[in-house]
């Protein structure tokens, strides 16, 4: 089976950081997915780790230790819009298992 | 435009109807996926088909059947035998690892 854990809320000010980890247990992994969801809407991709180490893409960064079963997912310079639930998901033999997401509150 | 479509957006039916939701790509992806999102939940696999006329249960398929006559449609129905249908559902294709998600239909049972 699988089992991926992800802190249920984080709240950050405008224009901080924020580091949301991900551990996973998973009976065969080909890789790992990080996803953003605004309220009622589809969940949009953000980043894709299958070896390890830090992968950039602008503000979002996201990290990849597969030996640990662990990943994280940096947001930088937080902005107001950047307020959502990120989703961790791993691949698996052609399958996809979510985590419960992590809500994302920014504050001025 | 290329993209998934899931309609309606909303949708209510009365206890013990089945129902069916739709989902079109025209991304000419192979692989599509169904999801259950629950409040405070991650997104669960109901069924998933990588190819036409092949599908598989996910890992809540009870209560719900899909079929995949077409490479653009694969339609979920949702019968009278899911105890809890009222959900956030979710589409998805890929072509490789990376699946695309459409809109969602939000079902809600009276």
């Known amino acids: 089976g699988q089992n991926i854990d992800q802190p249920t809320e984080m709240t950050a000010t405008e224009g901080a950081i924020v580091q949301i980890n991900c551990t996973y247990q998973?009976?065969?992994?080909?890789?790992l997915f990080w996803y953003q969801q605004h309220a009622g809407e589809a969940p949009t991709f953000l980043s894709y780790n299958v070896l390890d180490g830090l992968e950039e893409k602008g503000r979002f960064s996201s990290f990849l230790s597969r030996s640990k079963g662990y990943s994280y997912l940096l947001l930088k310079e937080l902005q107001m819009k950047d307020s959502a639930s990120y989703l961790c998901?791993?691949?698996?033999?052609?399958?996809?298992?979510f985590g419960a997401g992590t809500t994302v509150t920014v504050r001025a | 435009d290329g993209g998934i479509t899931q309609s309606p957006k909303y949708l209510f039916r009365k206890e013990g109807q089945n129902v069916t939701l739709s989902c079109e790509q025209n991304?000419?992806?192979?692989?599509m996926y169904w999801y259950r999102q629950d409040p405070g939940q991650g997104l669960r696999l109901i069924y998933y088909s990588q190819i036409v006329n092949d599908f598989q249960k996910g890992d809540i398929a009870e209560g719900y059947s899909v079929s995949r006559e077409k490479k653009e449609s694969f339609p979920l129905t949702v019968t009278s035998a899911q105890k809890n249908p009222t959900a956030f559902y979710l589409c998805a294709s890929s072509i490789s690892d990376e699946q695309f998600f459409g809109p969602g239909t939000r079902l809600t049972v009276l």
């Open positions: 998973t009976s065969g992994f080909n890789g």
């Open positions: 991304l000419n992806h192979d692989a």
């Open positions: 998901a791993v691949l698996s033999f052609y399958k996809l298992s």
